[in-house]
C-alpha cells in the first residue's frame, strides 16, 4: 500500500474538515477549553492542519513549534494524562462522526497516541 493515510482518509479536504469538526468539540469540553483561552484560534487550527497533513504523510508545510515546546506553558498550567485522554476522546468522536473507516481512526489515533510524551514533556 503505497498511499500515504493523509491520501487515504480523503487529503486535505478531510484533514481541514475533521479538525474544524475537532475545535468545535475541544472548545466545547470543560475538562480541556480553558487551556485555549489564550490562543488564537485560527492560527491554532492552521498550525493543527498543518501538522496532521505532515503527520498523516502528506505535504510538509508545518512551520511550528516542535510537539514538546509548544505544549510546554500548556504543561506549567497543569496539562496532564486526563486532558491528553479528553482531546484523544474529542478526536476519536471527530473521527466517528465524520464516518472515518475503522482502520484509518485506529493509524489517527495510533499516530495521536504515540505523540503523549512529547505533549506532556516527559
Do not use: C
Not at 492552521?46 to 510538509?60: C, I, R, S, Y
Not at 494524562?81 to 466517528?96: C, G, K, P, S, Y
Not at 504515540?114 to 514533556?121: K, P
Amino acid at each position: 500500500m503505497s498511499d500515504s493515510l493523509f491520501e487515504r482518509i480523503g487529503g486535505a479536504a478531510a484533514v481541514d474538515a475533521a479538525v474544524d469538526l475537532f475545535y468545535r468539540k475541544v472548545l466545547s469540553d470543560g475538562r480541556i477549553n480553558h487551556f485555549f483561552d489564550d490562543s488564537d484560534l485560527d492560527d491554532q487550527r492552521a498550525k493543527q492542519k498543518a501538522f496532521l497533513t505532515m503527520a498523516f504523510g502528506g505535504p510538509n508545510d508545518y512551520s511550528g513549534k516542535d510537539l514538546r515546546s509548544a505544549h510546554a506553558p500548556l504543561v506549567a498550567k497543569g496539562l496532564g494524562d486526563t486532558h491528553f485522554d479528553a482531546v484523544a476522546e474529542n478526536l476519536q468522536l471527530t473521527l466517528n462522526e465524520l464516518g472515518v473507516p475503522g482502520d484509518l481512526s485506529a493509524e489517527v489515533m495510533q499516530i495521536a497516541g504515540g505523540t503523549r510524551d512529547d505533549v506532556l514533556n516527559r
